[in-house]
């Protein structure tokens, strides 16, 4: 990202792993399988404003490869679990998708 490397290592046996975002925070992050899909999610604990107490933001991304393994498709979630009985359902990030295909 912005020409800097980003690795993160996510264990698939269901414990957590060290996790640090792009941006920088860290936290932990966990893989498994469901059915057809790759789960990642991670946690990581930010400070959106300087001075401002900090917030945990949960990651979800879901993968799912074609069966042709031709296309990638990945959907990507983001909740804040501190302020979920706060939000009534309010979503502060909106929910988005990537597609990427082989040609």
Not at 1 to 24: A, I, R, V
Request: with cysteine; charged share 20%.
């Amino acid at each position: 990202m912005d020409g800097h490397q980003n690795l993160n290592k996510f264990p698939l046996d269901g414990s957590e792993g060290p996790y640090t975002s792009p941006g920088g925070p860290t936290g932990t992050c966990k893989a498994q399988f469901k059915s057809k899909y790759l789960i990642l999610d991670t946690f990581v604990t930010t400070h959106p404003q300087p001075n401002a107490p900090a917030v945990q933001m949960h990651t979800k991304e879901r993968w799912e490869l074609s069966s042709d393994a031709t296309t990638l498709k990945i959907r990507t979630d983001v909740d804040f679990p501190q302020f979920s009985g706060t939000l009534n359902g309010f979503q502060v990030v909106e929910p988005w998708s990537e597609i990427y295909t082989r040609n």
